[in-house]
């Protein structure tokens, strides 16, 4: 039998979602042709800018290696290292930029780079010319412990009870004292935002000041927070470990808060696997989020927090380091210490009607098809079926009612590209990724 399914562009439909750990994929990164070996690296900083992406590794505390997509994520290469043998050659003239702590992206153009020095250096390292601006410094006590700053160039740099803030940029900077301070953030309405621990009852007061001098305190709860992270000027969470919960156990716990950081709740408390602390903390929407341990265990959810489901990684469960989670388009990155980049599909929690562990595979040839493909269903009940074809972003492109018999020949006239392909009625659900020529 034959169906001529014709290009239908139809809004995005968002049904139940479910995660899978199964469907993290590892993605290569070269280096000169080679595919680097993670073994001595973890992550500095990664973020997207449309369809450019970058990740700041450290290898070894000893120097940043820079690592960029210009897809959206599909291919990385690596662009700079500033590498040398410390044993058999001079340093370089910039051997101060060595042992780095700290990276913030800023733009397509630039990241900054703090060192383990007392000088306070922010390198401002243009990612086009890989030139070191190394022109401003805090003549900070210690190395920069916390670094934030926002898209208008609001930011602050934070190390003991020290901090400085910045409204232009790091071209300029006051320098203040107040309470020690954890974990720093300043949203896109230039509000500054930071943590801080108290020792009295171990618990975490969050901070909140309009012009980085005056703070208003709120109590998030017992515990020590780790990171903060915010959706939108609204809509915070907070991640992290109680080491003196009552039944001696270390507890995983999530906080949330819906006003801004005024008053939070205990959104999540597990003891019943030490993931030594939420690390961090992601949402690609308001319902579909994810908290990162520095071990094999993460939490997701999709229902906006009110439950968090607890994961075992299957992909290289060994590898125990710092972990963090950036968005591009069409993907969740997860670079896992010591062991590389993952990616998730971000549309397989979208285009889906029932989770991802109940759908069978199905056959289809050829692949990569021209016009036409054929659809195996010799192991499909017959029935009445929605058969459904997804770009790879999540965009609904075929919607058709089909019967099937046992091989269905389809043509179409989509684009060239990758699909997604979902056939299935109120008991039976199939999944196939497929290729347009």
Known sequence: MKYILLLIVIPTLLFSQEWNDSYWEKVPIYKNGQEIDFN?????????????CYLVLRNQSLFIEIVKSTDGGDTWNSIYDNKFDIFGEDPPDDFILYNPQLAELQSPNEVIITYDDKNGILNKFNLNTFENDTSFKLNTYSDIKNLHTNSNGYGIAAYGIHYYITK?????????????????????????????????????????????????????????????????????????INLFSDDKKRHDLIYNSIDGGKTWDLQHEDSTFIGWSIRDINFINTEIGIALTPLEVYYTTTNGGEDWIKQQRSYDPKAIAMNKTFLSKKSLFQFVGLSGLYKYNLSLLTITSVPLNEYRTIKTYPSPFVNRFTLDAIDVPPGSYSLKIHSIIGDLVLDNTINIPSQIEIETNLPSGNYYLILENEKNHFFQKIIKE
């Open 40 to 52: 001595d690296y973890r992550i500095a900083d990664a973020k997207c800018f449309d369809n450019i």
């Open 168 to 240: 232009d940029h790091w071209k300029t900077a006051e320098f203040y004292k107040t309470h020690s301070i954890g974990e720093v953030l300043v949203t896109k309405n230039n509000i500054f935002y930071n943590t801080n621990s108290n020792s009295s009852d171990t618990s975490t007061l969050f901070n909140r000041s309009v012009n980085g001098i005056n703070w208003e305190q709120s109590l998030i709860g017992r515990g020590y927070i780790q990171t903060i992270y915010s959706f939108n000027d609204e809509l915070f969470w907070a991640g992290g």
